[in-house]
């Protein structure tokens, strides 16, 4: 008789994630920490009030499955003025906790055994270990250095009559490059054509720079007939521990969601729900002034390191900036994030890790949601390099 059972693992292959390595390494050697993605800085104050006043008014019971009727209309009323959507706050919006809980009930909704799910490395690292706990079958196409566009052709070739859904990242994380008009023509052509899902991951909606327009599936109507369309308040207002976000998709797909979302989570924190409602109302200014915000700490931290040996080019969206190291070490990019954290006091991300097969180039990402202060010590050792 064995003590213990024996465990076969669904997820063999996952370790502890890279994020979790990387701000622990950060912490040990006290090095500048520009690995993980959340800020340094609060969210706004008025909006942290909110949830104090909430939170200590007795709004701390289970919420509505689909989030408070309060916040479903601030989305809609968001979502038609950036977007020019029009959705129904009862049928086709979703509060959940977290983009990542989105994430993972759409492709439990839609993706069934042997079902190939095509998505985009180097990859966010949830949607893989979703579609494989679905019974799925990830299919791993490379974005091409340096522009980490999608290459459409290759998307038509591995193409198969299981091929259920694609998923998006638009802005990407971790190469910061955004989706065109074009872009959004080619996967609704596509999507049409094989009938497929589309799972599209924005939650760097409102991250895009240099007076780009952010192609949300919401703004495309045939696309946004079989889109789940998710984000997250976590990045929007700088409260990523708050874990709350959205899905939004056709009633029928949004049916389908919250039949999982009702036995993975179910609810999403009450507080918080009311808190961001009234924010919402409050001051829709905030996303507006949210692009101005990201690109002038891009161009701080990429004013500094254009004096360095790093090579880049300006991130479009999101809040990371891709930087090739090529010019400085040759060794490989878990091994220069070590050398960056602790012997020179910054830490970063490997490329490496967004990748099934990595193709061995020399990119690692720094992350630039960070006060000035904190920027400008790290620019000044990284800029020397
Ligand atoms: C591309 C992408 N998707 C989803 C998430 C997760 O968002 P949330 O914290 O709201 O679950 C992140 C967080 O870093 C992300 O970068």
Request: some cysteine; charged content about 20%; hydrophobic content about 40%.
């Amino acid at each position: 008789m064995k003590d213990e059972p024996h465990i076969n693992s669904k997820l063999p292959d996952v370790g502890t994630t890279i994020f979790t390595v990387m701000s622990q390494m950060a912490h040990d050697h006290q090095a500048i920490n520009l690995s993980q993605g959340y800020p340094d800085y609060d969210g706004p104050r008025a909006l942290l009030e909110r949830l104090q006043f909430y939170a200590g008014n007795g709004h701390n019971q289970y919420a509505p499955l689909a989030g408070i009727p309060a916040l479903r209309e601030q989305i809609v009323r968001k979502v038609e003025r950036h977007y020019g959507a029009l959705v129904d706050a009862n049928e086709e919006v979703t509060v959940t906790p977290g983009a990542t809980e989105a994430i993972f009930c759409a492709v439990h909704a839609v993706v069934h055994p042997g079902d190939e799910v095509i998505m985009f490395d180097p990859v966010y690292d949830c949607y893989d270990p979703a579609v494989r706990l679905a019974g799925g079958v990830p299919v791993h196409l490379v974005l091409p250095a340096p522009g980490f566009g999608i290459d459409w052709a290759a998307v038509r070739q591995a193409l198969t009559p299981r091929t259920r859904a694609i998923i998006v990242n638009t802005p990407h994380n971790p190469t910061g490059s955004v989706l065109s008009a074009e872009d959004i023509a080619a996967l609704t052509e596509i999507a049409e054509r094989h009938d497929l899902f589309v799972i599209s991951d924005e939650v760097y909606e409102h991250l895009v720079f240099d007076r780009r327009r952010h192609e949300s599936v919401l703004r495309h109507e045939r696309l946004r007939r079989r889109s789940f369309a998710i984000f997250s308040f976590g990045k929007t207002y700088h409260v990523t521990g708050w874990k709350t976000g959205y899905c939004i998709a056709p009633p029928a797909l949004t049916r389908e969601l919250r039949r999982v979302h009702q036995f993975v989570a179910f609810v999403a924190f009450t507080p918080v729900q009311y808190a961001l409602a009234d924010f919402m109302a409050a001051c829709p200014e905030h996303l507006d002034e949210l692009p101005a915000f990201y690109e002038r700490k891009r161009d701080r931290f990429n004013a500094a390191l254009a004096g360095s040996r790093f090579r880049f080019s300006p991130s479009a969206g999101t809040f990371f900036q891709l930087v090739d190291y090529g010019a400085i070490s040759d060794a490989e990019d878990l091994e220069v994030v070590r050398w960056l954290t602790q012997e020179i006091g910054v830490a970063a991300i490997p490329m490496s890790v967004f990748y099934k097969s990595p193709p061995g180039d020399r990119y690692v990402r720094f992350c630039f949601c960070k006060e000035d202060a904190t920027l400008d010590r790290a620019a000044a050792i990284l800029g020397g390099l």
